[in-house]
């Protein structure tokens, strides 16, 4: 079976034929991969700098990919909402069995720590051919979307990230007078793919919406900016012009792109801290912490989703479809073929929102 691989830990990645037995047994379902994602964790993976990556107990090799879609090709004994040709996107995170919320499925929140996940560690992924899944982990696609659901997975994120934030929020009354949020403003710092679906959920639900990156926009973003109403804002002309915020959401990693503009907070706002990077410094002063106690300012770190979050992702998805068009086609910016994945994988191409690697 051919299948895109790496020794974690060790700088490089390679397409190879590998060998792993997987038998289909109750409650499974045999997996064709049609497409996979390309993100930054993949390429952190490839570059050898995660240093929690590690294969499958047997294997010297981890087979990356954990944003999927794949057609089911056969299904087994007890399974009951698959059939054969349905469209699924398998979920990342499988829990540790142990604690209360991986054994009712929320995964997301583990607190033993002794989860997998796919393509990332302990776990093979899904830049391969074929695999086999518990229907339990698979989600089925709807059919007007299976062109655009290889993006379900990092949209999942955000809808995970969202639900937590307006769960939090009810701590006081943060909806404006008319019941809505449209007197609200989110600044979300950095334009890619996870940066997008924020922007694309946070309008949905009625905010007013500043992307944030230093340059100007690519034709695509300006494109897919201008079409769901937020304003790209290049933050090399100074953050004076943007308005006070309610909420920042940094999908950067780089603590100096968002602790600037913490001084535009306002009282009762909140901050998502998304992205993740190694070796990034900034200095912070005592009186910023003065000023996120009396704003009474929320900071939330959020990652990874549960089987919930990736429906609500898939209509999301439909929603999206429809009111914008194009839109998400256009995020996919580049579809590579499995050869030329490695490649694509070792360096961000030009221009990129998306890439996607092309299986079946």
């Not at 590998?18 to 047994?25: D, F, P, Q, R």
């Not at 997975?153 to 449209?182: G, H, Y």
């Amino acid at each position: 079976m051919k299948a895109i691989t790496i020794k974690p830990n060790i700088i490089g990645v390679e397409v190879r034929d590998v060998v792993v037995k997987e038998t289909l047994g109750r409650g499974q379902a045999l997996i064709r991969t049609v497409m996979t994602g390309i993100c930054g964790t993949d390429r952190g993976l490839v570059s050898g700098k995660i240093s929690f990556a590690y294969p499958p107990e047997g294997f010297s090799f981890l087979i990356l990919g954990h944003e999927g879609l794949g057609r089911v090709e056969e299904i087994g004994d007890g399974v009951t909402t698959l059939k054969k040709g349905d469209y699924v996107v398998p979920v990342v995170r499988r829990g540790c069995g142990q604690c209360l919320n991986c054994k009712i499925g929320r995964q997301d929140f583990c607190e033993t720590g002794k989860f997998v996940e796919a393509g990332i560690r302990g776990k093979h992924g899904f830049m391969r051919e074929l695999f086999v899944d518990d229907e339990k982990y698979l989600v089925k696609v709807p059919e007007e979307v299976k062109d655009v659901a290889v993006l379900t997975e990092p949209l999942s994120n955000v809808v995970k990230a969202t639900e937590e934030l307006l769960f939090i929020q009810r701590r006081m009354i943060w909806t404006c007078e008319d019941s809505t949020f449209e007197c609200r403003n989110a600044y979300i710092v950095g334009t890619g793919p996870i940066g997008t679906f924020f922007a694309m959920t946070l309008r949905t639900l009625g905010f007013q919406v500043y992307l944030l990156n230093k340059r100007e926009p690519s034709e695509t973003e300006r494109y897919i900016s201008e079409k769901i109403g937020a304003e790209f804002y290049d933050t090399k002309l100074g953050i004076d012009k943007l308005p006070d915020a309610d909420l920042i959401v940094d999908t950067s990693g780089v603590p100096e792109a968002f602790l600037p503009l913490m001084k535009k907070m306002r009282h009762n706002s909140a901050l998502i801290l998304f992205g993740t990077m190694e070796g990034e410094k900034a200095e912070m002063m005592s009186d910023l912490v003065t000023e996120i106690v009396e704003k009474n300012i929320l900071i939330i770190g959020s990652v990874n989703a549960s089987k919930k979050d990736f429906q609500g992702a898939l209509n999301y998805l439909s929603i999206w479809k429809y009111r914008y068009g194009d839109v998400l086609n256009r995020m996919i910016t580049s579809k590579v073929e499995v050869e030329e994945a490695p490649e694509v994988l070792s360096k961000k191409v030009k221009g990129e929102i998306k890439a996607v690697i092309k299986w079946s």
